[in-house]
């Protein structure tokens, strides 16, 4: 079936964010008394701090504030799996970007001119800038640069190596991708009259940052409450602190709001970045094409500090395990190491697209060498439904494989493209497929909670502590909900991210969605069955009679009485349902690796290469998933597509390399991000047997897009071309000397 693009639902956020009425974190200019924050960054990529002299700074016009280590008032240091990283730097800074001091005045301007009269006197140490050779250069924490080392094993994969007709061995590197969301990393930090401080910031994850920041800020978690805002984009990039500890310390320090807002060029310094990966990847058949053996080496360097770094490492080794495909014996090892080049942390795909990339290439390398069709060496070695996964661990699909396959081997994208009558432009079609996971996996602790209420106003009211930044998730609460209660949506009201409502967890891993339908399963009857009683009594009618609907409750289609009326007359406290719920896992008794909800996309990519220019052109994407049910059909293209887009970018132009310590780019004039005019024609199609009966007949699809579509369009190239490109972003000068070289074979 083709999910076709349909209206968003009326009134909704997506028509607030097209007109320009939606509110966001950084939009609060009004606040009473409202300070503006900025902070000093080191210019050196690793230094000794000799002296940070704030005497200058202090004096000018409308400063309240300057901080420094110093002025942290409790633990100076923050990361969701290590807290490696200072809030301010005492003695030593590790890249160029690391926070220094801050400063809040009455202005910007203000601000800005009392930053630059901080005097800040360096002894530069030397760069660790080549993750190849950080174990062996002096650590920039603890006893080692190696941050994490971590291997998966199946089977002898040297006897299976032994056996093998066929072995393909390969080096690949992924490029160091920036979320270039659209806001920038901001927000404000309001302090109360009691001690505390309130957060209004775009984030991921407010309950998990009232713990960091209570222990930054020397208070109880008590005092700090994060309301997570609309945020204008995050896609992982927000999942860290940014600039919360600065902007609470500086609220704390003087009495009033601080708002910080990055601009581009300190959001380029500074921000996450996806993770660089060198991998070498060997891999065997035999000769009808069965995959036997295959072994992984990969490399990550994960910066100046941890951030998310053995998380994504976790979840890159589990996809290099190539989940999709039954190989008989692998050895899968990787390290992430510290390095000064900048930080890099989660990133839509977490470190499970790089790896796919990898191995889906090794696929279309075997199939050239034994001659067959890439598809049908694909089909030889799909898993079944009723097969365990890679790691022996339980998984649930929502549909076979196999067919996601066929429904790509059967996509008009390979039809002959029409012909360039100057012959200046080649076309070629390639394929790839994907495998992703919901949920955080790896029997780490994973649960969410919802809360439903009728409001004194008439209000149906969902409350979620999942985080609105753009990925349809109100639209399609909402949905769930109309769908449930018959009611419209006009009268439900879906309110997120605030820490003092219901702890949903992180809003990432593609989680939130399944936990939405999980919870809402439970709540929605125990709400209706609470609004029936107090509408019998208040009508004399019987309740087993009344239905929800729109605007109220209804006897045979006739309304009898409104939710206003209801909140009115009755007790609306008392409609008040919490329900919170563990993220699925495998049945008791199964070893919780890996994860078990499982999702799968196949992408056929169409491509044209400039003959004059090594330009490539992606003309067509055709994306067949297997995901579950639609929730909201706008949102579900949105995230396919504009996942899609960014592995686009991935493929052939984004990529922020540095050179000893120092990023090369520092503003979206060099740094290139795909456009409207770069944006191919997409078509999704939905494979969806979910039963009505089964338990858990949603997934997220918010990382899904991103899975297969880069090695995809390199197969695609090389199908225009037959030449394999496995260094990222492709170059287009080292694609025209190929093409040149091959011209010149040819004379």
Known sequence: MELKAQPAMAGTSVLQRIEGRFGYATDQQHLPGLLHGVILR????????????????????????VVTAADVPGLNRFGIVVRDQPVLCEDRVRYEGDAIAAVAADTLEQARAALALIDVDYEPLVVVDQAETAEQMAPLHGESNVVARDSLARGDSNAAFARCAVIVEHHYQTPRQMHAFMETEGGVAIPDNNGGV??????????????????????????????????????????ELTIQPVAGILALQTGFPVLI???RFESCRVGIKRHPVSVVMTTGCDRQGRILAHRVDALLDTGAYASLGPAVLENFLDHATAPLYRIEA?????????TNNGVSGAFRGFGGNQATFAVESQLDALAGKLKMCPLQLRRINLRTVDEPGSRGQAVRWTAPPTEVLAEAAASPLWLPAAADACGRWLTGTGMAMGAQGNGLGDGLPDSGGGRMSLTAEGRIRLEFGFVD??????????????????????DVDVVLGNSRGPDSGPTSASRSSVLVQGVLATILPRWQDRVRDQAAALTDLPRDELDSGPGGLFVNGQRVLSYQELAKKGQPEQTMVDASQEFP????????????????????????????????????????????????????????????????????????????????????????????????????????NTPETDPFPVRG??????????????????????????????????LLSALCAQEEQRL
């Not at 692998?330 to 510290?338: A, D, I």
């Not at 199964?590 to 090594?614: E, F, H, K, M, S």
């Not at 504009?642 to 970018?649: C, P, Q, S, T, V």
């Not at 991103?706 to 000068?733: F, K, M, Q, Y």
Request: aromatic fraction near 4%; hydrophobic fraction near 40%; charge should be negative.
């Open 42 to 65: 080191s210019r050196h990529a690793h230094a000794r701090l000799l002296r940070v002299d704030t005497t200058r700074a202090r004096s000018m016009p409308g400063v309240r504030a």
């Open 198 to 239: 309130a957060f209004r910031v775009g984030c991921q994850s407010g309950h998990r940052d009232v713990e960091q920041l209570a222990d930054i800020l020397g208070l109880k978690p008590s005092q700090v409450t994060v309301e997570a805002t609309p945020t204008g984009g995050a896609f992982g990039g927000k999942d």
């Open 261 to 263: 807002h990055l601009d």
């Open 330 to 338: 692998y050895s899968v090892s990787g390290r992430l190491v510290y």
């Open 469 to 490: 930044y753009g990925q349809n998730l109100v639209e399609a609460i909402t949905c769930l909900v109309c769908e449930a209660l018959g009611c419209a949506a006009s």
């Open 585 to 688: 896992v495998a049945p008791e008794g199964n070893q919780p690796v890996g994860r078990y909800l499982q999702l799968q996309i196949a992408t056929v990519a169409r491509v044209a290469v400039d003959r004059l220019t090594g330009r490539v052109r992606v003309t067509e994407l055709h994306h067949i998933t297997a995901a579950g049910r639609v929730i909201y059909p706008p949102g579900y293209l949105g995230q396919i597509e504009g996942a899609a887009i960014m592995g686009l970018g991935m493929a052939l132009t984004e990529d922020m390399p540095t050179r000893e310590g120092r990023y090369l780019a520092d503003n979206l004039d060099q740094y290139m991000i795909p456009t409207m005019h770069d944006v191919p024609d997409q078509r999704v199609d939905i494979l969806d």
């Open 701 to 734: 699809v918010g990382e899904l897009g991103i899975e297969a579509v880069v090695p995809a369009i390199c197969s695609a190239i090389e199908a225009a071309t037959g030449i394999r490109l496995r260094h990222l972003p492709v170059d287009a000068g080292s």
